[in-house]
């Protein structure tokens, strides 16, 4: 027994059983430390092929982990940090490029005084109020850093606020199917449209872009896209999107400044989801026959025409979001007219939204001029949801028509505006008094 002891019985345990060991451990820091169990432990953690780095994540050390790294095949680099520096996020990303089959994951969290407190010594001082300079970081710009070509990358994902990000003007990411990019801005001349279509990522399927500053006109030409995010693009002013394989399309945009001028052509689309300001004069979609999912906020009902005469059928859609910039003006015929391209909706969601403004003049063509639509059977509609509920004269009428086509109706939700001070049991009884028996009607106010 005393010789069993002495003995370094550690060093014979299977390769693939100290693998199994080390993956189960939670940093490569801790790993690492394992070679003080065993003189053949030393560098063993550096075969692995998950590497994961949690907060604090000090990217010194995430350098030398790479540089010491004895593989051709890491399967995940997996980083949290809560400081960045341009220059050791790309002598990481170089680092890795050559050396990662799968993913790699790079997060810089916004840490509050609180969270940062308990760090370690060397995170002291550094990045205190990072919440409360948002706008300053945004404004004083520095350095970028470099994304290198990954040959052989599945997914690329990096969320790192305020650095800048300088793409690479050649090379093809071959395997890459999926790449999400967060809070960054883009430095240099490189095309991101041009670096997600097809020429140079042919196999990507999932693109998710979300508070990029520096991009204003995005061009996509992509065979297998299924997937598009893009949320909160500052500055940006064109999308052309050529996507034959395209399900998901999901934009979210901020209309204040300026209206977005699109293009988009994805045949194959089932799910669109457009956020904020829809109007058909700037908004140009190509025949989409598979929709099944349609969601908008804030169309204008101004132009409502321009969406009618644009959008011809829906035969397959299931749920319809509206939301609804009426100024005054009436929206059922809108809102008729599109569920009559396919009876078989059934989730109805509109949001009605008054804008600053009074109401408008209604020209000779308006939407409130327009002769009522013939009947429509609704038998597939289970569901309806109208927020924003004024108690108007044609909002009445709009809620009588729906229940009357509607005959199987479980449930319909009425929400009025906040503020309402009109609102009395007398209305409320006038409405469910419009409700089929089996229906039933929940009022909110």
């Known amino acids: 027994m005393a010789g069993d002891a002495s003995g370094d019985l550690l060093s014979f345990l299977p390769d693939d059983l100290l693998h199994e060991i080390l993956l189960r451990l939670d940093s490569v820091e801790t790993a690492a430390q394992t070679s003080l169990l065993s003189r053949n432990w030393r560098y ?43 220059e050791l996020v790309e002598a990481i990303l170089f680092l890795a490029a050559p050396l990662l089959t799968g993913e790699i994951f790079i997060e810089k969290e916004m840490l509050s005084d609180d969270e940062t407190e308990g760090e370690e010594d060397e995170l002291e001082g550094e990045e205190d109020d990072l919440e409360a300079e948002v706008e300053e970081e945004w404004v004083g710009r520095g350095d970028a850093f470099e994304l290198p070509c990954f040959h052989r990358a599945t997914k690329i994902y990096l969320n790192l606020y305020f650095l800048g990000l300088k793409m690479p ?13 967060y809070n960054m801005w883009l430095d240099g001349c490189c095309d991101l449209g041009e670096l997600v279509s097809s020429a140079r990522c042919p196999l990507l399927q999932e693109l998710g872009i979300d508070n990029i500053h520096g991009i204003t006109n995005l061009a996509i030409r992509s065979k297998s896209l299924l997937q598009i995010q893009l949320h909160s693009l500052e500055g940006l002013q064109k999308i052309t999107i050529v996507a034959p394989m395209l399900d998901i399309l ?8 300026r209206q977005l ?23 140009k979609f190509n025949e989409m026959v598979h929709l099944m999912n349609l969601s908008t906020s804030f169309m204008i009902m101004d132009n409502c025409q321009y969406l009618m005469e644009a959008i011809s059928i829906l035969p397959d859609t299931k749920t319809l979001s509206l939301g609804l910039l009426t100024s005054g003006h009436v929206f059922g015929p809108c809102v008729f007219y599109l569920l009559s391209l396919s009876t ?18 209604c020209s000779l063509g308006c939407i409130c001029y327009q002769p009522e639509t013939d009947d429509i059977l609704l038998n597939s509609l289970m569901e309806v949801e109208i927020i924003g509920f004024y108690g108007t004269e044609h909002e009445f009428a709009f809620v009588e028509r729906l229940l ?11 929400s009025f505006q906040c503020g309402i001070n009109t609102v009395t049991e007398e209305v409320c009884e006038k409405l469910r008094r419009l409700c089929h028996p089996k229906t039933c009607m929940k009022i909110n106010y």
């Open 261 to 283: 001028v699109a293009d988009i052509s994805a045949p194959a689309l089932r799910t669109l989801y457009w956020d904020d300001m829809f109007d058909l004069i700037s908004a």
């Open 250 to 257: 999901d934009v979210q945009y901020d209309f204040a400044t």
């Open 44 to 86: 063993f953690w550096a075969q692995i092929p998950d590497l994961k780095f949690p907060l604090p994540g000090n990217l010194d050390h995430v350098r030398y982990a790479l540089t010491a790294y004895d593989s051709t095949n890491l399967r995940d680099l997996h980083i949290t940090t809560c400081v960045a520096s341009p």
């Open 404 to 414: 009357r086509w509607a005959a199987n109706l479980n449930t319909i939700t009425l």
């Open 169 to 181: 003007t050649s090379g093809v990411f071959i395997k890459l199917v999926s790449l999400y990019l």
């Open 344 to 361: 078989g909706i059934r989730n109805l969601k509109l949001k009605l939204c008054w804008d600053s403004q009074e109401q408008t003049t």
